[in-house]
């Protein structure tokens, strides 16, 4: 038996947990002082219309006594790897997100194991979580928000899902789910009862797999070893937007900076380098380009990010930059590089393992951009 589960409003719990004075209050986390976006809200915000992804004055428009936080990612990332180590006394766990995992508990009774989670987390933290319960990840997911916050959801049989919308299926996004609905195609039992073909010719083999899950003909394994992914990347809303080449390039290379560490504690090596621009009225557009050598070092993917800007005239004051590594490679077939460099290179992500990533950097950035470790639902604890 698989169990999902989710934290309820994690960040905002988190803080709630660290102060009496917000607990039962409606609190929003905002991800910076300056850029006053909401991350996520507490559930007495949410009561109010309170949204992820809305800017601070609307939130305080739909629930104007909202008290409003800013984000200690590092709070919340070190609170997120003592859970996952808390879920892995009850069997395998993927680590699915910040702050969702799966757990195969295998044939232990996934209720008591449910409740005793959910103590041992309430007992250390004092936040709770849902927990979505089936017999392979896709069914256990797609239950666990259903009856947060503090839920369980236990799914014997397909009568239990089969009303529910389609939307809800984690990996049916927007397009699918489009093509879908014209096709009339909107509950899980419509779903699970379109024949093969028109599934395959929709969503691709995708489709069918999803349709055995569904219907619970399918048995998966929780994978505790992270995927390795596909590309590395990271985007940075800037504290002020910037348009001269000084602070431009500034920006650009604490990012690479950061990718290349994660690309090297990850012993990857990528050729393709790309770069996602931002202007101040939110323009945007990305450039990239395919190189021969494959490369992990920070100088390196500056370099070919400042060669990817030299195509074109940045017209407007920029807001957010993003820097990704794609076409990635493990080890062997990378290019050895200049020697000197590595070894500067490797001496630094020494320091940084050992002390923690902001303890050193380039002497170009020593009046870097005071901008915290990025984290995102896609933040993983095992990974940097
Ligand atoms: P979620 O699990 O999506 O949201 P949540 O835990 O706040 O609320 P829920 O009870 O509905 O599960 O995301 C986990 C954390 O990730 C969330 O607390 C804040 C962060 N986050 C972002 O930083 N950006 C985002 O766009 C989203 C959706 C979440
Ligand atoms: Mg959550």
Redesign the pocket.
Known sequence: MILHI?????????EQASNPELRGRPIA?A?SAKRAVI???S?EARRFGVK??MMVWEAKKACPHIQIVV?NFEK?ASTSREIMNIFRKYGVTEAF????AFIDIGNQDPFLTARSIKEEIRKRFNITC?VGVGVNKDIAKLVS?IN??DGYFHVTSLDDIKDLSIKEICGIGRKNFKKLRLLAINTIEEFVNTRDEVLRNTMGIHGIRLKLALKGELTDTVNPEPVTPKSVSNSMTLPHDVWHKGEVELALFQLCEKVGFRLRRNNLWGRRVALYVRYKDFESFSLDRKYYDYTNDEIEIFERVKSLLEDIKLTKPIRLFGVTVTDLASATQATLFDNERLRRIEALDKIRERWGYGAITWGMLANKFNHKPP???A?RPEKY
Request: hydrophobic content about 40%; cysteine-free.
């Open positions: 989710d934290m309820d409003a994690f960040f905002a719990s988190v986390v991800g991350i996520t809200s559930y992820t992804g984000a919340y997100s910040v702050d969702e849902s928000g947060k916050p984290i995102s639902p933040w």
